[in-house]
């Protein structure tokens, strides 16, 4: 029980709002946890592709795998395939393993120099899950000397349920209601919810998870939006659930470049998700609905819908009484399928505070800020960086993304990638050198001078060493199940 907040109300009931009840009825046992949500506006409704620390999130709450892919129609997700990003026609992977010792001399020695070597194939050729999701298989890592991570895919619809079934049993309480009024305290913290029929709800802390409305931060405390449209454009999509067909499930997600966006694909078990992300200054909305409807690789599953964003973020997260958490905190384009991420890593880090029984002092909320404010730049520029190598020029977009002025903190990556072939990396980093490395090498993007080290190692060495790692990664997965035929195997487990 925490006494510096005796009650805390979470705001919102969506993926992030039972997240947050989830996690706070688990990690302060005996306290009292409220969640208020309004099934009248009902849940954001999207985001059906996760990162992997959200399985450190299932350990925390002590989810059973199984349970969770079966409640949810969850498939396993290796990473993303991106399609058509440089060029039309070129494909990588982003997966989240490793390249072997391929991150250093060695790799930039078989990079740089043998980049059009035939006989050496393509960097995501040297990496387990790569492979693996290229050949529709999956089989989980073992703990020990785990070699490679994974995420899932799930039905957002069904994500939000699952965890507020697990929230109530440890405690946690649901206030059914619209809110139409927030109090404020004298201090300008946050006193009262008033709710449509008149009840009042009152709380210590109040978790605000209200989505786009950000009802507590946003309009209540009028916390400014720190806009990043000028780098990330696309502020619109379209979302349509189409049939599954064919018995192939991919264990990963495709992100097609479009020509005013992208367009997803995330296989569940029973259906697949697919959208449009679009920057509406580049292309039309109906035009961009034709387009996603042209990707559905089965029947539609309904109309599509839009949905409108801003990027960005406020411009403090945790202000007074109220912590934000999830898209009222703010949103990037979900192309590295980070926003989940992101409620998680606010999570923990106000667990943390929490946890001692005190309030945090004021330079614990200002580093809780600073911290949070820079997990959103560091994934701003990761995803920027996906469009800014681009060569192609068959749009607007993507005209405008290669010769815009870039975030210095991301400029300045790139800079020493191309120069020496560093990898850098800032604190606060979401994704590690070897994420960084993917992309660049799925981008054709290397360094223009070669390490003076790599001086000493023989060429035809390393190349043999690269294709035999190849071939035998190959060869590995070729005994690993389908992912359907696991995935039907452990959803199974506990119920024959
Ligand atoms: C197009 C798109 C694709 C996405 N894809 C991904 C992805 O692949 N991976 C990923 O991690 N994330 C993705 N996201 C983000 C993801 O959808 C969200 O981070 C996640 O669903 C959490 O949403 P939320 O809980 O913050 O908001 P919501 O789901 O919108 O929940 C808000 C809650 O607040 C309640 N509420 C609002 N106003 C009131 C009121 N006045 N009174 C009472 N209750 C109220 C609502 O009823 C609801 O319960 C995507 C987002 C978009 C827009």
Known sequence: MNTAYKRIVVVGGGTAGWMTAAALATALPGGSVEL????????????EASFPSIRAFHKLLGVDEAEFLRATNGTY????????????????????????????????????????????????????????????????PSEHGKLFDYAYHFD????????????????????????VDVTRRADGGVDQLKLADGRVVEGDLYIDCSGFASLLLGRALGEPFVDFSHWLPADRAWACPAERV???????????????GWAWRIPLRNRTGHGHVFASRYIDEDCAREQLLRQLDGPALGEPRLLRFATGHRRRVWVRNVVSLGLSSGFLEPLESTSIFLVQSGLGRMIDLLLPGVAPGESQVAAYNAGMVRQFARVRDFIILHYCLTARRDGKL????????LPETLAFKIHAWRQSGTLYQYDEEGFDATS????????????????????DLAPDAALRALQRRRDSLAAVVAAMPTHDAYLRDMTQQGTR
């Open 36 to 47: 208020v949500e309004s099934e009248e506006i009902g849940i954001v409704g999207v985001g």
């Open 77 to 140: 997700k290796l990473g993303i395939e991106f399609r058509d990003w440089r060029a039309q026609g070129e494909r990588y992977f982003h997966t989240f393993g490793d390249f072997g010792d391929l991150t250093g001399p060695h790799a930039l020695w078989g990079q740089h120099r043998r980049v059009n070597d035939a006989g050496l194939g393509a960097l995501h050729e040297q990496c387990l899950p790569s492979v693996m999701a290229g050949q529709g298989r999956f089989q989980a």
């Open 156 to 179: 957002a619809t069904l994500y939000a349920p699952f965890l507020r079934k697990l929230a109530l049993r440890r405690g946690a309480r649901r206030t059914e209601g619209r809110i």
């Open 246 to 260: 064919g018995t192939e499930l991919a264990p990963y997600t495709r992100a097609t470049a479009l020509e005013a």
């Open 398 to 405: 993507w005209r405008a993304m290669m010769t815009m002025e």
């Open 436 to 455: 960084w490395l993917a992309i660049h090498a799925g981008m054709g993007h290397w360094p223009e001078r070669a390490d003076p080290s790599l001086r």
